[in-house]
């Protein structure tokens, strides 16, 4: 029995639609008239046999069917990107695009001393930056490079482990004398939301239960930025808060994270990738 297969020009209409919530954000973002991107939701729709939206008045809203088929629309468009990533570039040329992922951390505080080394080494590299805290799938070409802090479980990857990164409580100078542990209990302190690390965490090193939380955040960009506006005592990575110029508190607490730098071992051959590939294995150490 043959599958019908829906035009791969449809597809970016159907996941623009999704992410952007309308028509008109999705026509925006392909640069298409709003008609084109209706016409091509139709005809995917027609090709599979099945509803992707409801429509009404205020718009469209995703079928079951529409959320159950957005992942693999991802998928076929990160496959297309890495095709054309691929097809851009000699083998062994050090030219083209190679697209890193990275925390969001690590891509606003880490990555640019690296990213300017390499305009130096290797000025016709194009570099795109994928600031995430998802992992990214690269195994399905959503990267060519991953910068991870949990281990890598994807067949067929090269992984490079890098020294751990060290983890502390920081503060702006005026905030960080804290005289003891106890003392720590009533500071203000800047804490995960959801995810709850940072409360166990102290809590395994005597700290009390804290009665001063001025800052719930999960994003750790945003509790760096609190920290360095002097909202409150948070964690950060002992190199950057030394280049930030925040203050140590307390330097019995210590949390350290594995990390690596991985990258698919077919796309490991390229050189362009090969050579951001090293100099992040090189450089990465000195900045994390």
């Known amino acids: ?41 139709e005809a995917m729709e027609s090709n599979l046999e099945t509803a992707l939206f409801t429509r009404a008045a205020n718009g469209l809203t995703p079928t079951a069917m529409a959320h159950t088929l957005m992942p693999i629309a991802e998928a076929v468009l990160e496959e297309a990107r890495a095709l054309g990533r691929v097809a851009t570039a000699h083998r062994d040329a050090l030219e083209g695009v190679v697209r ?25 590299i194009t570099t795109e930056i994928a600031a995430t805290d998802r992992p990214e799938n690269l195994a399905r070409r959503a990267a060519d490079i991953a910068i991870r802090f949990t281990p890598p479980t994807q067949q067929a990857l090269v992984a490079q482990k890098l020294p751990d990164v060290a983890l502390g409580l920081f503060a702006v100078p005026g905030l960080a004398d804290i005289d003891g542990l106890a003392a720590l209990r009533d500071a203000p302190l800047i804490l995960d939301d959801r995810e709850g690390r940072i409360g166990p965490a102290l809590a395994a090193i005597g700290v009390p239960s804290p009665q001063n939380v001025v800052l719930r955040c999960d994003d750790a960009l945003a509790q760096i930025g609190a920290i360095c ?12 808060a030394d280049r930030l110029g925040l203050r140590r508190v307390l330097p019995v607490f210590e949390h350290r994270m594995p990390a690596w730098i991985v990258v698919h071992e077919d796309q490991a051959q390229i050189a362009r990738i090969r050579h951001v590939f090293d100099l992040l294995k090189a450089r990465l150490p000195r900045q994390m």
């Open 1 to 41: 029995m043959s599958i019908s297969l829906p035009p791969l020009d449809h597809i970016p209409a159907f996941h623009s639609v999704m992410t952007h919530g309308s028509l008109s954000g999705a026509a925006r973002v392909l640069g298409l008239a709003q008609p084109t991107v209706r016409r091509h939701i």
């Open 100 to 124: 890193v992922t990275s925390s969001r951390v690590v891509a606003t505080h880490v990555l640019p001393p690296v990213l300017a080394a390499l305009r130096q080494s290797a000025p016709a």
């Open 229 to 240: 506006a002097g909202v409150g005592i948070g964690v950060c990575q002992v190199r950057l």
